[in-house]
């Protein structure tokens, strides 16, 4: 967090009214056509906004036939929301004003704020301070407006209006916003809320996204980020929004990575993207990976039913695209539909022999309209069948309007999805505003409409996924306190290996039996309580690098070979390194297993970002790691093992026995309550977890663990 940003205050949730104003001043009404305080004017009045308008500017006295007022305290009435349009320097003086109006909602669309350098970053904490004083919200500054279509008002200085619908949108670019605006004028996307958040001073994503979760005129919510603001917020927002609209974001940019420290496996690994990935998996959102597929899967969640299941059928009157469909639905993870007996012989029957009547059914290149129709009732009838994709292709004798009316018809009479690919240019243009008009998604190509059938079936499987309750776990939370806080006052950024086992070992991570030898003879006798084969490791707060200085012994058998290497070890470290203080020889269980590795590291935004990968020495290089944000369900902890490349070689390969899976997602969810617990530790590895046979345990062998320290 910058020094010095004004931060929201905590529950001061944005009042649902806040995009439906029944009055609206516009500061900086200007009546010279062309400048912006012209444009926004005129967008709310020319657009249909039923609300009272008042033109505020202390030069004028009317602006485009309204009364103009020298400033918002001479209105007469009550003022919902400020539109402010005047140059940066006023508007501290303007948002005062506004306070004692008594005016709650603004939207300051002015630039030149904190994203001009420091004067204007003071500036804007100087506009925020004086909003939260009056207790006003506002969106920007240097934003675009927003648009309501349910009150018709657009207060944007954009040069069109979005189209009614029920998809709400949230941008953090105006300027993509305003081009957006106008491809949808195009395509036929309707939008209940279109808002722009610029640089979100006071309201955020997550205001809107709570907002718009009860909000009965958006079914879709469709938004671009270039960052989150306030992670953990967003993150119980979303989830809460996702249960019962989904919601597709692009997120582009970096914004949140600076401060991840790399000095762990876990901090190399996570790319600036992990924890947002992460985040998209935990929360149900949906990732759009452009705009074109923002637009591509917000068509199809905003009028169509959300498939079933993932078995589609698909109807075409051409082999070439019925055969990229088919593919692009294997690589999606779709399935072909197996139609019944009671299909194929009806599709048998009712179309001529040349077609295929197996999915994809092709009614072949002459087809009229009424193939189209009979084998699209046919296959949306067949209990096997989740949703269709209708494909076109025009040639002289295909009825594409007519076509059209047969999709239109079918839609909605059994409550499966039906998308569709009429792919061409003027010959099908007729058909494609036909199917617009009736709220039927057009792709222009199959791939298209797969991969927004793949979105829905994502996101059904969001749906049925059981929200659960993250385990806690009975640990002694003192014991690793007293640790950390011993090397907090010694101002230590990096604990030892000694006391980073302890703290796991406080929350219950099993650690290998060991004992600390001061002498050979001990070290013998240790290996034998122990139980040979042992591992013998030099005991020194000064070696971090134990192998490096022949400080590590594996496999040793006998005690004669225990002696021997506790000279040997004590010998080697001395000699290369005199300076270090040794305190003894660890004497170490020998564990035996598959090697995988747990850790952590502080995201900026969301928080102690978890990793699980295959463990070792060439983790780095094999990079077969998965992420999670804390704290996470054992739900989440599952799907993090199953995630991995090499899942296979913990399941077993080759008549192998099965890794003790169980034992590994308890190790996950005790290190998410540990590092949740304990917010010094700001980065963490245990590598490797060694893994046994299920049944047997999963034993941390070695730990790493950094603190942040003032
Ligand atoms: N109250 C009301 N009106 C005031 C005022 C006040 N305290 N102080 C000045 N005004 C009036 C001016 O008289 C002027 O009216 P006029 O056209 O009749 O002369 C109007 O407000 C605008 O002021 P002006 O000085 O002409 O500024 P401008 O129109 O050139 O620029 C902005 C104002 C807001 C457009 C400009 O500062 C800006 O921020 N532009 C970028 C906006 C942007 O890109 N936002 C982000 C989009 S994603």
Redesign the pocket.
């Known amino acids: 967090m910058v020094a010095g940003l004004v931060r929201r205050k905590e529950g001061h949730v944005l009042d649902k009214s806040f995009f439906t104003p029944e009055s609206v001043a516009v500061?900086?009404?200007?009546?010279?056509p062309g400048?912006?305080?012209?444009i926004v004017i005129n967008n709310i009045i020319h657009y249909g906004y039923k609300g009272k308008v008042f033109p505020?500017?202390?030069?004028?006295t009317e602006?485009e036939g309204l009364k103009s007022y020298?400033?918002v305290t001479a209105i007469p009435d009550k003022v919902d929301m400020a539109v402010?349009?005047?140059?940066?320097r006023?508007v501290p003086?303007?948002m005062r004003?506004m306070g004692e109006k008594g005016i709650k909602q603004a939207v300051i669309?002015?630039?030149?704020f904190k994203e001009t350098g420091l004067a204007g970053f003071k500036m804007e904490n100087e506009v925020t301070e004086i909003a939260r004083s009056y207790g006003i919200r506002f969106l920007?500054?240097?934003?675009?407006?927003f648009i309501d279509t349910s009150i018709s008002l657009n207060a944007t200085?954009a040069s069109g209006m979005a189209k009614k619908g029920n998809i709400s949108f949230l941008s953090q670019?105006?300027?993509l916003?305003?081009a957006m605006l106008d491809w949808t004028q195009v395509n036929g996307v309707g939008f209940s809320k279109f808002v722009?958040l610029?640089n979100k001073a006071d309201i955020n994503e997550s205001d809107l996204i709570e907002s718009w979760k009860d909000d009965p005129s958006t079914s879709v919510v469709i938004a671009y980020l270039e960052g989150v603001v306030e992670g953990p917020r967003f993150r119980k927002a979303a989830i809460e929004l996702t249960r019962t609209k989904p919601f597709i974001l692009i997120k582009a940019g970096s914004t949140g990575a600076g401060s991840r420290a790399a000095s762990s496996h876990t901090g190399t690994l996570a790319g600036f993207d992990a924890a947002y990935s992460a985040i998209f998996k935990q929360t149900g959102i949906l990732r759009a990976d452009s705009v074109e597929e923002l637009i591509d899967f917000a068509l199809a969640f905003a009028d169509q039913p959300i498939i079933k299941g993932e078995r589609i059928a698909i109807v075409t009157n051409a082999g070439g695209p019925g055969i990229m469909a088919s593919d692009a639905s294997e690589k999606a993870g779709l399935k072909l539909a197996q139609f019944t007996k009671d299909t194929v012989d009806k599709l048998r029957s009712s179309l001529p022999p040349t077609a295929n009547i197996y999915n994809p059914v092709d009614v072949v290149g002459d087809a009229g309209a009424d193939r189209y129709r009979v084998a699209l009732d046919t296959v949306l009838k067949d209990p096997n069948v989740d949703g269709a994709l209708v494909l076109l292709t025009p040639q002289a004798s295909t009825e594409v309007k007519k076509t059209a009316e047969v999709v239109t018809g079918a839609a909605g009479s059994t409550g499966k999805p039906i998308l569709t690919s009429f792919m061409g240019g003027p010959a099908v243009t007729g058909g494609i505003e036909l199917l617009t008009e009736n709220n039927i998604p057009n792709y222009p190509f199959p791939e298209r409409a797969i991969e927004s059938y793949r979105a829905m079936v994502r996101y059904r499987g969001w749906l049925e996924k059981k929200p659960e309750p993250v385990r806690k776990f009975k640990v002694d939370r003192e014991k690793a306190r007293a640790v950390l806080d011993q090397a907090i006052r010694e101002k230590r950024r990096a604990l030892s290996d000694l006391e980073a086992s302890r703290i796991i070992g406080a929350y219950g991570i099993p650690l290998p039996a060991a004992k600390l030898a001061r002498s050979a003879e001990e070290a013998a006798a240790f290996a034998g309580e122990i139980g040979f084969p042992v591992v013998m490791k030099i005991a020194s707060p000064d070696i971090l690098h134990k192998s490096d200085v022949g400080g590590v012994k594996v496999n040793i058998t006998t005690p004669e070979a225990a002696r021997n290497a506790y000279v040997e070890i004590v010998d080697s470290a001395t000699r290369l390194m005199p300076e270090a203080q040794i305190t003894g020889v660890d004497v170490q269980e020998l564990i035996r297993g598959r090697e995988v590795i747990l850790g952590m590291n502080c995201d900026a935004t969301f928080g102690p970002l978890l990793l699980f990968g295959l463990g070792g020495i060439y983790v780095e290089v094999l990079k077969d790691v998965t992420f999670r944000v804390a704290p996470i369900t054992a739900a989440d902890a599952g799907e993090m093992i199953r995630e991995i490349r090499s899942y296979p070689l913990l399941t077993g390969v080759r008549g192998e026995r099965p890794a003790d899976i169980p034992a590994v997602i308890d190790a996950l969810l005790r290190l998410s309550q540990l590092v949740t617990e304990l917010k010094e530790i700001t980065e963490l590895d245990i590598n490797p977890l060694m893994v046994r046979e299920m049944g047997k345990g999963a034993v941390a062998i070695d730990c790493r663990m950094g603190i942040a320290v003032e």
């Open positions: 500061v900086g009404a200007s009546a010279e400048k912006l305080g012209n505020v500017n202390p030069s004028l602006v020298p400033g402010v349009v005047v140059p940066s006023v003086g303007v004003e669309i002015t630039a030149g920007g500054p240097n934003c675009f407006g200085f670019s105006g300027a916003a305003q722009t610029g």
